[in-house]
């Protein structure tokens, strides 16, 4: 299965700042996924990320606040925008390993807006 | 919205004991899947089972599931202090366009 490489794996953001996380993947891989994990909470998807188009978001996501780019098939980026403290939460990004092989995650980004 | 519902939230066992999870569902899936955080840091996968199968092993791990009822449960059998962790369910769902819906999870602690 893929492995992806997550960064940064924590940062401390003042209120009204932008937080870049970026994941690279060792294989090429036509979708990535931007998950959000508040504290305490389980998984929601942000938006999903394809090579050459822009990003697919969820409801009650905006590109405005969680910009993503995907110049190529093994990397991808999540900005967190104006940070407010309600988005302090765990990011991940993830990839389809294969029919039969479940998701693969990245290790995840704790961000604390102060 | 999240898709599935898991219980217990939260279960203590001691250390040898087995340690079972439920997750329900809502909709047609694909496939459903197990996934393991150690303190809030990245998912692991664990297991896959797919809509036309009904139980799958993999070492100390057992899962079934039930497509009727739209639940599936996890065994965890001789369960060991490392087992500490959460444990999320996860439906891949026919027609989801590949994306993952997480359960609530269950928060499963195990004492030496």
């Known amino acids: 299965s893929a492995v992806i490489s997550q960064k940064p794996s924590r940062d401390i953001c003042q209120r009204g700042t932008s937080l870049t996380i970026q994941c690279q993947v060792d294989s090429q891989v036509t979708m990535m996924f931007w998950y959000r994990q508040q504290p305490g909470q389980s998984l929601t998807l942000?938006?999903?990320?394809?090579?050459?188009?822009?990003?697919?978001?969820?409801?009650?996501?905006?590109?405005?606040?969680?910009?993503?780019?995907?110049?190529?098939?093994?990397?991808?980026?999540?900005?967190?925008?104006?940070?407010?403290?309600?988005?302090?939460?765990?990011?991940?990004?993830?990839?389809?390993?294969?029919?039969?092989?479940?998701?693969?995650?990245?290790?995840?980004?704790?961000?604390?807006?102060? | 919205s999240q898709q599935g519902e898991e219980?217990?939230?939260?279960?203590?066992?001691?250390?040898?004991?087995?340690?079972?999870?439920?997750?329900?569902?809502?909709t047609s899936i694909n496939n459903l899947q197990w996934y393991r955080q150690n303190s809030g840091r990245g998912l692991v996968h664990l297991i896959l089972i797919?809509?036309?199968?009904?139980?799958?092993?993999?070492?100390?791990l057992r899962v079934t599931l039930d497509t009727s009822k739209k639940s599936s449960s996890l065994l965890i059998t001789a369960s060991r202090a490392a087992d500490t962790a959460s444990y999320?369910?996860?439906?891949?769902?026919?027609?989801?366009?590949?994306?993952?819906?997480?359960?609530?999870?269950?928060?499963?602690?195990?004492?030496?």
């Open chain 1, 46 to 114: 942000i938006a999903t990320a394809n090579q050459g188009s822009e990003a697919t978001y969820e409801s009650g996501f905006v590109i405005d606040k969680f910009p993503i780019s995907r110049p190529n098939l093994t990397f991808s980026t999540l900005t967190v925008s104006n940070m407010s403290p309600e988005d302090s939460s765990i990011y991940l990004c993830s990839v389809r390993g294969g029919q039969s092989y479940g998701y693969t995650f990245g290790s995840g980004t704790r961000l604390t807006v102060v």
């Open chain 2, 50 to 60: 797919r809509s036309n199968e009904r139980e799958k092993h993999s070492g100390r």
């Open chain 2, 7 to 26: 219980d217990p939230q939260a279960l203590s066992i001691q250390e040898g004991e087995n340690a079972t999870m439920n997750c329900s569902y809502k």
């Open chain 2, 88 to 112: 999320f369910c996860a439906t891949d769902s026919a027609g989801g366009g590949n994306k993952l819906t997480f359960g609530t999870g269950t928060q499963l602690k195990v004492e030496l």
